[in-house]
């Protein structure tokens, strides 16, 4: 019994000790060191109602001196607790400033290259505009070069140049002559139906009409194609003969000159 009352004694006398130590506790580590300190005595109770010491029989036990002791090595524990999660409090906002720091080193290391991108580009963009500018310059001074050089040439050319253009209208109109006549040919050749009176019988027959004039066209135009390429082929033969002729008569002819009166020359 009287041990049990020299425990709740130091109990007691623990946590005023330690109400008196929160004191100094500032926040954000009040709310946890409280927790982690009753958590603390909690355990030292229980282990001292678990593992009273065994009092040796006659002899004075002094539970002052224990209660101390206790206390002091629980204090201990405790600061030794609250040091070792300061610590690692301390290193974790220290790696946290590092991560901050990297973060914005990085950023503005992108910002630079960004920067530096950017600046590349409108110099690619002014380059490239500069030297669209100095083609179309150089073109555009090329083309009055040339347009200087036919002027001249035109002027210099004077009557004759007249007369070119004179032959050349002529030919134009010669060729459009030549396309006029083929017109009328054709315009006289198509003559108009005028089947919207025939009656069913005769558009058969109109039918038939048309069917045995496009087969005559077709065979004409066949026979005209066969034609051609016979013509072809025998200028194409005849041309070969004479060119073998050709050559012939200029072997004679070296052949003869070669030997005069019995003497080569």
Known sequence: MAFHEGLASAVSDVDKEVEIF????????????????????????????????????????????IQKKRQNKDLM???????????????????????????????AERAEQQRIRAEKERERQNRLAEEKARREEEDAKRRAEDDLKKKKALSSMGATYSSYLAKADQKRGKKQTAREMKKKILAERRKPLNIDHLSEDKLRDKAKELWDTLYQLETEKFEFGEKLKRQKYDITNLRSRIDQAQKHSKKAGAGAKGKVGGRWK
């Open 22 to 65: 929160l004191k100094g506790v500032k926040p954000p580590w009040g709310q946890w060191v409280i927790h982690l300190i009753r958590t603390k005595v909690r355990q030292c109770t229980l282990s001292l109602v678990l593992t009273a010491p065994k009092i040796p029989e006659g002899e004075k036990v002094d539970f002052d001196d």
């Open 77 to 107: 524990e405790l600061q030794a607790l609250i040091d070792s999660h300061f610590e690692a409090r301390k290193k974790e906002e220290e790696e946290l400033i590092a991560l901050k720091e990297r973060i914005e080193k990085r950023r």
